[in-house]
T-cell receptor
Framework: GQNIDQPTEMTATEGAIVQINCTYQ??????LFWYQQHAGEAPTFLSY??LDGLEEKGRFSSFLSRSKGYSYLLLKELQMKDSASYLC??????????WGAGTKLIIKP | IAGITQAPTSQILAAGRRMTLRCTQD?????MYWYRQDLGLGLRLIHY???????GKGEVPDGYSVSRANTDDFPLTLASAVPSQTSVYFC????????????FGSGTRLTVV
């Protein structure tokens, strides 16, 4: 079966760095996505990785290792507005997105 | 404003009633999707459409139907609502090309009582 695993909840301090991990087992791989979802809102696109390595975009970076079925999202210089759920999703061989349940990130002052 | 519009924003529905959730996009995206999101389960695909005139079943299609008469509209119908269909429903669309990901509507919060 297809499976995406990520921690249910994480807590971090404002100004710090946090790493949210995602492991996956899917039928085929056509890329991995990270989305941000604030409470009561729609998910919004953060990043896309299809090749191994690190993609940096401002305060957010995303890493992929296809051989390990592993990705992480790194958030630097945390701000209170970063409190949200972070969703990991993998595009399978049918170009359908398979979603993890999301990681709720709580930022404390 | 370019994007996806969903209606209604929220609805309380009596069990057994029929309901259509509306979804319209103005980005000319070929592919459209309907998801439901439940606490602890993440987003689950109900139905999808890769292009106008075609539809397909996702992970949890039972009790739902869709149509795609044109590029812009992708309505989701609950023929006879049941309490287990209480959820937040998101419509999404995507361009051709996997690197673009999905654009989501703002969601419909449906409560079946």
């Amino acid at each position: 079966g297809q499976n995406i695993d990520q921690p249910t909840e994480m807590t971090a301090t404002e100004g710090a760095i946090v790493q949210i991990n995602c492991t996956y087992q899917t039928s085929g791989f056509n890329g991995l996505f990270w989305y941000q979802q604030h409470a009561g809102e729609a998910p919004t696109f953060l990043s896309y990785n299809v090749l191994d390595g690190l993609e940096e975009k401002g305060r957010f970076s995303s890493f992929l290792s296809r051989s390990k079925g592993y990705s992480y999202l790194l958030l630097k210089e945390l701000q209170m507005k970063d409190s949200a759920s972070y969703l990991c999703a993998v595009m399978d061989s049918n170009y359908q997105l398979i979603w993890g349940a999301g990681t709720k990130l709580i930022i404390k002052p | 404003i370019a994007g996806i519009t969903q209606a209604p924003t929220s609805q309380i529905l009596a069990a057994g009633r029929r309901m259509t959730l509306r979804c319209t996009q103005d980005m000319r995206h070929n592919a459209m999707y309907w998801y439901r999101q439940d606490l602890g389960l993440g987003l689950r695909l109900i139905h999808y459409s890769n292009t106008a005139g075609t539809t397909g079943k996702g992970e949890v299609p039972d009790g739902y139907s869709v149509s795609r008469a044109n590029t812009d509209d992708f309505p989701l119908t609950l023929a006879s609502a049941v309490p287990s269909q209480t959820s937040v429903y998101f419509c999404a669309s995507s361009e051709t090309g996997e690197q673009y990901g999905y654009t989501f509507g703002s969601g419909t919060r449906l409560t079946v009582v």
